[in-house]
């Protein structure tokens, strides 16, 4: 009788071990479904299934594309509730100045109905309540990026890509704190997320197909926010904002790079069909951002803060508000938004003559073209790495 028992136990043990590979097997094939990965390092795991992220031979296989970018992670830390790094108990005049210009964060002063009906100190609260909105966006950004770092980690099969998106994962949580910080500090709490910005970030982080995430948050919210940033540390008054821009900076030239290092292995790579739907969705993702620049219904409550109705305000921007010439005129400035964001993609072959015409609607594209290659913003954020690391050598010498 025990002998019985002790052979059933065996045969349940080798059904179970036969059953474990061919489940490791179907989920191996099924892993590399709609991955669109032309390139080893950015090779992806289904992420319902843990079995191919041990695969034993995985662990052998690092490549060394990202090993400087992490190698370099201390040059560039910082602890945003350190006040050796900033200080948000640095005061500023909420109700007398504007925190930024409001020729480039407040469009709704551009609108001259709106603008006459208010006065000095109503503009500054204007400025500053929409500038307020600005960084709330870029808040629930940061949140989304470090969401979806953190679920690059659980896909990304190569080891050095995986520790890569191990570090960013650490870096955006130290941007929403420090954001958190800075908001808390000068408005004491966000605003809620934009309904198209939320259904983006669903839309990027909640899929399981990599170039939407390395594309969509590494490429085109990375740019937007470089772009944003430098356009803000340019014309801020607030000496606070342009630390926190800095050092956040620091950190997001290297974002970038890993989504940049992706394009240029992958895209000239892809397949016809491959590239149309990286190029359709890219440019599908431009259009709703680019299109909600100015978006009145989603700002209610900084118009009811001043006074004013947000319905007069909508009627007032189809009235008096080229929205295409503005988006135009801004595009001209190197460190605009959307122009960086266009830069990107441009210089990355996903906007090609299928594509081109939509975009030069709104900027030239052969100037855009003979621009170098290098990230918007990149010389702030050289100046950021420096200063951290003098903070950091003093402190380690301390």
Known sequence: MVELKQRLDFARIVAKDQLFKIKRKWQLTRSGKNSMNKDPAYNAANPSHFIPMIEEDRYIERVD??????????????????????????????????????????????????????????????????????????????????????????ILK?????????????????????????????????????????????????SDVVYKKIVGMQMMIEGLAMGAFGMAHQDTNDPLLKTLLKYTMSDEAFHHKFGKIWADRTVPKLSESERYKVEDWSASIFKDLLFNLVNPW??????????????????????????????????????????????????ANIITKRTKKMYAEFVDMEELNAEDDEVAGIEIANEGIATLEKINQAKKVA
């Open 65 to 154: 594309s990202f090993d400087k970018m992490i190698s370099a992670t201390h040059k560039h830390f910082w602890d945003p509730n350190d006040k050796a790094y900033i200080d948000f108990d640095e005061p500023f005049d909420m109700e007398n100045e504007y925190i930024v210009d409001p020729r480039v964060f407040c469009m709704e002063l551009r609108v001259p109905s709106v603008a006459n009906k208010l006065n000095e100190q109503q503009k500054i609260k204007l400025n500053n309540e929409s500038f307020r909105w600005v960084l709330s966006q870029i808040l629930h950004g940061e949140q989304g990026a470090l969401s979806l770092s953190a679920s690059l980690c659980h």
């Open 158 to 206: 190569d080891p050095g890509a995986q520790e890569y998106a191990a570090n960013q994962t650490r870096e955006e949580a130290r941007h929403v704190t420090g954001f958190t910080n800075y908001i808390k500090a000068r408005w004491g709490s966000p605003y809620p997320v934009g309904p198209t910005l939320g259904r983006i970030l669903e839309q990027i982080v909640s």
């Open 298 to 347: 989603e700002k209610k409550p900084i118009y009811e803060s001043v006074g004013l109705d947000h319905k007069f305000v909508a009627d007032a921007f189809l009235n008096e508000f080229d929205r295409d010439s503005v988006i135009k005129e801004e595009m001209l400035q190197s460190n605009n938004i959307f122009r960086v964001l266009c830069k990107t993609l441009l210089k």
